[in-house]
């Protein structure tokens, strides 16, 4: 199995940017699609993006589509999530995933469909 840290996570005004980072280790980390959701307190864990195994594709929810990019680093095991024109909506706990899959090209954007998740980094974007 595969095990991921996120890091990244912090306070920032409305506008501003963060990026996060998921370091992972344990398995063969270009054999993994990955992807980040987020929590908001009182919500369900939502989708916000995914990458394909070698990176050539990504999706994003429409709530961060343009503000957000998703990327990876196969060489270094880490995935990550660039963050720009942060609002106070993106406040949540941000969550790394990964899914083992031997699929190319297709993209996983329900939370049910991987099976291994970091401990989640805050974010919290004040107004």
């Known amino acids: 199995q595969v095990q991921l840290v996120e890091s990244g996570g912090g306070l920032v005004q409305a506008g501003g940017s963060l990026r996060l980072s998921c370091a992972a280790s344990?398995?063969?980390?270009?054999?993994?699609?990955m992807a980040w959701f987020r929590q908001a307190p009182g919500k369900e864990r939502e989708f916000v993006a995914t990458?394909?195994?070698?990176?050539?594709?990504?999706y994003y929810a429409d709530s961060v589509k343009g503000r957000f990019t998703i990327s990876r680093d196969n060489a270094e095991n880490t995935v990550y999530l660039q963050m720009n024109s942060l609002e106070p909506e993106d406040t949540a706990v941000y969550y790394c995933?990964?899914?083992?899959?031997?699929?190319?090209?297709?993209?996983?954007?329900?939370?049910?469909?991987?099976?291994?998740w970091g401990q989640g980094t805050q974010v919290t974007v004040s107004s």
């Open positions: 995933a990964a899914k083992d899959s031997v699929s190319l090209t297709y993209l996983f954007t329900k939370k049910d469909e991987y099976a291994y």
């Open positions: 344990g398995r063969t980390f270009s054999n993994y699609h």
């Open positions: 990458i394909t195994r070698s990176g050539s594709r990504t």
